[in-house]
């Protein structure tokens, strides 16, 4: 709570006196030692003291902070309403011998019903999490079972001993009503709580439950002429006002799990003890009737809380099998939903009414990723898929198998295949500045063509990778080899050594089992990654000796100019990635960026070994070659500094089972 330092401990202040003088009173009662003067020292004024704190301490509550202070402010003036009424009782009636009844004090009493009322249904819309129906009913259901043991125990009994005009019968009984009422109201409240032990609702409920015996003994006491003044009984209401002054201070609580069997078991038990009740009515007939229709009541609510936990579960299970089935980011069906549609529709398919299983694979959406990040490579999926449903329409399904896979289930109709193709190719495209987002396909047409579901998916799987083969071989492969043809007309020798690192590349990455795209990117990054020597003057590259400084800036710019020529090609963006990451080192000491271990691109870090065993073993104008031993020692002695240890060891062993003993590469 946002409350100022001098108010906070002014309240404590007040608590800590008014703790003291309910200590005080309760040892005055016990002890029974006062004199006659003392007496009605405690008797009127320490007791009324007593509840008018409990209402200030409220008031405060309420006054200086805005978080729920209606319901603070008006369960205040409830309490002091309730401390008006013992005042005016000692003030104006407690002298008298024959004093009325009802009297002015018992309407300032019974003030404090209706202030509290409006206190505690303020507090559960403020406090409560959930309005669910279910909650309500076990609330209500509680709250019943409760009120039929009241009125069982205690409520007959206030009757029976009433006597009388009707005024004086009403305000009797109007007394335990209202505590039944308040009572039955945060019984409510906990339910809707889902039962969770929030202190603030703990000391109300303890509050109004001391209150509501103290009210029932007083009144059988006061019809039967036995109460006596001075015993513990009046404690029992001070303190009953100073527990919901301390629920006032509370802080907000903290969540609390709310465990299943506690929703199950309170409504249950309720329910069975309702039903004692109406069998002990029955063979003893001592439950009366107020107390046989609440447990009526609440007997049947339970029924209905069960016929609405069985509905719930329905729901729950339908919504549970719906999401079993559906892509939670797309909202398309999912791989598992598409292997059940495919055996329905297999079974209806003939050769007169076909059905067609479209499946396609986003090509570009790994670089979009790369270069824009996750969560708007997620983000194009769901547009994608959005279109891809729209596309589709009424014709058929569109599913999202996972990652950038989608897959269609149509029935083609007249038009045939062709134009739900076209709309679907369509609709699985996204161009950008930077990216471009396109997508291979497979069809297979049923029962033609597959007659189970396994068969259709494997056979649209391999006409869709045969014709994004295709395309990648015919984009990247025709930009590399242009590449390579202007490294070839330039430096003949430097075109023949890329393409002994690009067959060495390749063999090592399969030795560390990278994917399909990782292969073929390591591949062309090997035979592309001194595509940028080509600005690099002759003279620097021909010299005999060591470079210069000078020099060697030239000779560190060109992974950079790599870079830069590769990304004007899109089916070599990823390429271009790899090779400005070619001449960085393992400890971080490498050009242009200074990478350091695994920062480095795994595909980058073959690039550099395959590029120096290869430099090592071939004749140089400022040196000899040494042996591929020689050189697979020297890798392995700058493994950790320059080069990845992993990486070594892979390509040390790739090169003791592919090279044969003349040291020739294997084609």
């Known amino acids: 709570m946002d409350v100022s330092p001098r108010l906070r401990a002014g309240t404590r202040t007040l608590g800590a006196l008014t703790g003291l003088a309910l200590l005080a009173y309760v040892a005055h009662i016990a002890l029974g030692l006062g004199s006659p003067g003392l007496d009605d020292l405690f008797q009127h004024w320490v007791y009324c003291g007593l509840i008018v704190a409990a209402g200030a301490i409220c008031l405060l509550r309420g006054l200086a902070v805005r978080q729920e202070r209606a319901a603070w402010v008006v369960m205040g003036a409830g309490l002091v309403a309730w401390a008006a009424g013992e005042i005016t009782w000692t003030l104006a009636y407690a002298g008298q011998a024959d004093p009325p009844y009802p ?303 989608f897959c269609v289930l149509v029935s083609p109709g007249r038009g045939g295949i062709d134009p739900i193709l076209a709309a679907c190719s369509a609709a699985l495209n996204e161009r950008g500045e930077g990216f471009e987002v396109t997508s291979s396909f497979g069809v297979v047409v049923l029962p033609e063509e597959a007659s189970t579901p396994t068969l259709a998916l494997q056979l649209a799987d391999r006409r869709m990778y045969a014709r994004k083969g295709g395309r990648r071989m015919s984009a990247g492969r025709q930009s590399r080899d242009v590449l390579l043809r202007t490294l070839s007309e330039r430096r003949p020798d430097l075109h023949l050594r890329l393409r002994d690192i690009g067959e060495l590349a390749l063999a090592v990455g399969r030795e560390l089992h990278m994917g399909p795209e990782g292969l073929d990117e390591v591949a062309r990054a090997a035979e592309l990654h001194d595509v940028g020597k080509i600005a690099v003057p002759d003279a620097i590259l021909d010299k005999p000796g060591a470079l210069d400084p000078v020099e060697w800036s030239f000779m560190r710019r060109h992974p950079l100019i790599g870079e830069r020529i590769l990304l004007a090609a899109p089916a070599l963006r990823p390429v271009a990635r790899l090779v400005r990451s070619s001449h960085e080192r393992w400890d971080g000491g490498g050009y242009p960026d200074g990478l350091r271990g695994d920062e480095i691109p795994l595909g980058a870090r073959v690039v550099a070994v395959c590029d120096a065993f290869d430099a090592m073993t071939s004749e140089r104008p400022y040196r000899e070659s040494v042996t591929e031993s020689d050189a697979i020692a020297e890798l392995r002695c700058c493994a950790g500094t320059q080069f990845d240890p992993i990486v070594v060891e892979a390509f040390a062993r790739v090169i003791a089972r592919e090279r044969p003993a003349h040291g020739e590469v294997l084609r």
């Not at 509501?212 to 059988?220: E, T």
């Not at 069906?333 to 003939?350: G, H, P, V």
């Open 103 to 405: 009297s002015v004090s018992d309407v300032l009493y019974l003030a404090w019903y209706p202030a509290s009322y409006v206190a505690l249904l303020l507090l559960a819309r403020s406090r409560t999490d959930s309005f669910r129906s279910s909650l309500w009913l076990d609330g209500a259901i509680a709250a019943l079972t409760v009120a039929a043991l009241i009125a069982t125990l205690a409520f007959q009994p206030i009757v029976d001993a009433t006597s009388g005009g009707t005024a004086e019968i009403a305000v009797n009984l109007a007394y335990p009503v209202g505590d039944l009422l308040l009572l039955g109201l945060v019984v409510v409240v906990f339910g809707l709580n889902g039962w969770r032990p929030d202190p603030v609702w703990l000391l109300i409920g303890g509050g109004l439950a001391l209150t509501a015996v103290a009210d029932g003994l007083y009144l059988v006491q006061s019809a039967t002429d036995h109460n006596v003044q001075g015993t513990l009984l009046d404690v029992a209401w001070p303190t009953s006002a100073l527990l919901l002054a301390v629920a006032a201070w509370q802080p907000a609580r903290v969540r609390i799990t709310i465990h299943d069997w506690v929703v199950i078991a309170v409504p249950a038990g309720c329910g069975l003890v309702a039903v004692q009740l109406l069998v002990y009515d029955h063979f003893e007939r001592n439950v009366n009737a107020v107390g046989v229709s609440l447990a009526a009541w609440a007997l049947l609510l339970a029924l209905a809380r069960m016929a609405l936990a069985f509905l719930e579960n329905q729901r729950t299970l339908s919504q549970t099998h719906a999401e079993a089935r559906t892509d939670s980011l797309t909202g398309l069906r999912n791989r598992r939903s598409l292997l059940a549609d495919l055996e329905q529709q297999l079974a209806q398919a003939s050769v007169a009414s076909p059905r067609a299983l479209l499946l396609f694979d986003l090509d570009g959406f790994k670089e979009y990723n790369d270069a824009f990040g996750h969560p708007a490579g997620d983000g194009l999926l769901v547009r994608l898929a959005a279109r891809l449903a729209d596309a589709v329409g009424a014709s058929g399904e569109a599913y999202r198998l996972g990652g950038d896979e």
